[in-house]
């Protein structure tokens, strides 16, 4: 049997015990904070030489190439504290972040530790799988996640909004002018019940980012009144909100989902939402500006303790 002996599998396919690693044409690196000490994590064949570990993602991404078809993985229990926005000035296009873990006790972890960190995501085509986000471990984060590179995706991540009421983001993610083909998907974002966070999930820009999913999530956690858990505030077209848990846990809620006063068009499905406000179901849940032209098809809102949800916003004529 071969083995990987380095972070480079062009072309050939790879035989470890246990594990056929089929080629992408790109390169594979490891990636682990504590370094030499994490070196029994690596694929077996890479621990005496370990050719392509690193210990930040940062770090990782200096050895890829753009659209190339490049992977990093993050090893189980890998640990980044981020301060700047400058933090993933390294990236390039097509490049694909992969946590390894056996479950959630030991993603790879990545916090936002001051109000000035952020991942400024600003290229094409780039994955992020299987990590925890905490995007609040500062009093106010402003902005975690900015995302301007079209077709970005999240997949199978955890974000963590607020810890309390001196650890929380201020804006979660903000997809921006560009943004087009944004996915979020398989993912799960919460917070400590109560304690909002200005915007969840904005979306913003001049050059609008059409084209957005937002599938198979939970959404738990507390933000503003007005802006709801995933706000547009753009003529953002063709968006889709599939197969979603959406739970706004701020006082007297009303808003899981606000598009605003804007011509943004786009159909939700299989949605339940629940907020605190014990008001007109009907009204709550989504809300939608005049000149919002979305579609709805099962979708429902709750608002009272002990009591089943009802559709929301009202049935067709």
Known sequence: MSAINSQRLDGVSEIIPGLLVVPTGGRVTYVHNAGAAALDSLPPGMQGNPDGFYQSLNAAMATCRPN???????????????????????????????????????????????????????????????????????????????????????????????????????????????????????????????????????????????????????????????????????????GLIRNCVLANTVASSTACVVIDNVASTGFAVNVDCADLNNGTATAQGFILGASSLWRFSRTYETNEPNKNSIVSPAAGT
């Open 68 to 238: 190339r078809g490049d992977v990093i993985c993050e090893l189980p229990g890998h640990v980044e504290n981020h301060t700047t926005g400058t933090e993933l000035s390294n990236l390039v296009a097509g490049v694909r972040v992969i946590g390894v873990s056996n479950g959630v006790s030991d993603m790879p972890v990545h916090s936002f530790a001051n109000t000035a960190a952020q991942w400024a995501i600003n290229k094409n085509g780039v994955v992020f799988e299987n990590i925890k986000l905490d995007l609040g471990q500062a009093n106010g984060v402003v902005k975690a996640l900015a995302v301007t590179g079209a077709d970005v995706v999240f997949d199978r991540c955890l974000m963590k909004m607020a810890t309390d009421s001196t650890h929380k983001a201020t804006i979660g993610i903000e997809v921006g002018s560009g943004a087009t083909g944004f996915r979020l998907r398989r993912s799960e974002l919460y917070g400590a019940s109560g304690i909002a966070v200005t915007d969840g999930v904005k979306f913003v820009g001049a050059t609008v980012p059409s084209n957005f999913r937002i599938e198979d999530c939970l959404m738990q956690f507390a933000a503003t009144e007005v802006n709801g858990l995933v706000h547009v505030t753009v003529a953002a077209l063709d």
